[in-house]
C-alpha cells in the first residue's frame, strides 16, 4: 500500500522542480521549518529528490518503512562516534525520537534543540556537527 502511493507522489518529486517539490511538503513543515526555507534550500532538496527518485522510489520506500520495522540491529551495539540532532519542531520526526536514539545509543552526543525542525536544523548540525566530527577523527 505504501509503494503505490510513493510511486504516485515520485513523479512530482522527481521533478528538479523547487516549487513542486516544495508544494509535495503540505502540512509538514513547522513555522521554523518554512522560515528555513530559503531559495537556494529549495533548489537543493529538488536536486537530492531528482536524483533519489531517478531509478525507483526504492530508497524512500527503505526509509520510510524504517519508521515500523526492526533495523537488523539492536542501537545498544553502536561503538562508533554517534550524533543526533533533533528539533522539537519536526513535523516529519516525532521528536520522541530522538529523545529515544538518545538515550539508547552508548556516549552518543545528543543535540535535542527546542525550536528546530527537521531543516532548520540542518544549519546548525552542518556546522556545529561538522566540527564536532572532525574533532571525533
Same mark, same amino acid.
Given at each position: 500500500?505504501?509503494?503505490?502511493?510513493? &510511486? @504516485?507522489?515520485?513523479?512530482?518529486?522527481?521533478?528538479?522542480?523547487?516549487?513542486?517539490?516544495?508544494?509535495?511538503?503540505?502540512?509538514?513543515?513547522?513555522?521554523?521549518? @518554512?522560515?528555513?526555507?530559503?531559495? @537556494?534550500?529549495?533548489?537543493?532538496?529538488?536536486?537530492?529528490?531528482? @536524483?533519489?527518485?531517478?531509478?525507483?522510489?526504492?530508497g524512500?520506500?527503505?526509509?520510510?518503512?524504517?519508521?515500523?520495522?526492526? #533495523?537488523?540491529?539492536?542501537?545498544?551495539?553502536?561503538?562508533?562516534?554517534?550524533?543526533i540532532?533533533?528539533?522539537? &519542531?519536526? #513535523?516529519?520526526?516525532?521528536?520522541?525520537?530522538?529523545? #529515544?536514539?538518545?538515550?539508547?545509543?552508548?556516549?552518543?552526543?545528543?543535540?535535542?534543540?527546542?525550536?528546530?525542525?527537521?531543516?532548520?536544523?540542518?544549519?546548525?548540525?552542518?556546522?556545529?556537527?561538522?566540527?564536532?566530527?572532525?574533532?571525533?577523527?
Open positions: 500500500m505504501l509503494r503505490p502511493a510513493l &510511486e @504516485e507522489a515520485a513523479p512530482a518529486m522527481a521533478t528538479n522542480d523547487p516549487a513542486t517539490v516544495i508544494a509535495g511538503f503540505a502540512g509538514l513543515l513547522s513555522a521554523a521549518d @518554512e522560515a528555513a526555507l530559503t531559495d @537556494e534550500l529549495s533548489q537543493d532538496i529538488a536536486a537530492i529528490f531528482a @536524483e533519489a527518485l531517478d531509478t525507483s522510489v526504492d524512500w520506500l527503505d526509509d520510510d518503512l524504517a519508521f515500523v520495522k526492526p #533495523w537488523g540491529f539492536n542501537v545498544a551495539d553502536i561503538a562508533v562516534p554517534t550524533f540532532w533533533q528539533g522539537t &519542531e519536526d #513535523w516529519m520526526v516525532p521528536f520522541t525520537h530522538g529523545e #529515544w536514539l538518545a538515550a539508547h545509543v552508548p556516549n552518543a552526543v545528543a543535540h535535542l534543540e527546542t525550536g528546530d525542525g527537521h531543516l532548520s536544523i540542518m544549519d546548525k548540525a552542518y556546522t556545529t556537527g561538522l566540527d564536532e566530527l572532525l574533532k571525533t577523527l
